[in-house]
Nanobody, 123 residues
Framework: QVQLVESGGGLVQAGGSLRLSCAAS????????MGWFRQAPGKEREFVAR????????YYAEFVKGRFTISRDNAKNTVYLQMNSLKPEDTAVYYC????????????????WGQGTQVTVSS
């Protein structure tokens, strides 16, 4: 049974930082590219960042470029999202997701999802 478990969310002031983690089990982690998505209240889920299976390629949504960094540790079956210079508009539930293959920003490409972790940025 595949499980993706996010952690690291919380309440932070604008300009602050958080690091999200997503621990994977039940799959051969190195065979999967990983993505982070987010969903704010009343809005659709949107792509944030993705990383290839070996960590060699990354891609970011324009609105997080230069502020967020995605990384992974295949020895620990974990993907991370380092979020700096947080803004109130970053407030959302953040989800990690896994897929075979790489590329694209559609959530429909990802077959496995975590339960999400809340990030709240106060002004």
């Amino acid at each position: 049974q595949v499980q993706l478990v996010e952690s690291g969310g919380g309440l932070v002031q604008a300009g602050g930082s958080l690091r999200l983690s997503c621990a994977a089990s039940g799959l051969t982690f190195i065979n999967y590219s990983m993505g982070w998505f987010r969903q704010a209240p009343g809005k659709e889920r949107e792509f944030v960042a993705r990383i290839s299976s070996n960590g060699g390629r990354t891609y970011y949504a324009e609105f997080v470029k230069g502020r967020f960094t995605i990384s992974r540790d295949n020895a620990k079956n974990t993907v991370y999202l380092q979020m700096n210079s947080l803004k109130p508009e970053d407030t959302a539930v953040y989800y990690c997701a896994a897929r075979q293959g790489y590329g694209g920003v559609s959530s429909s490409l990802y077959g496995y999802w975590g339960q999400g972790t809340q990030v709240t940025v106060s002004s």
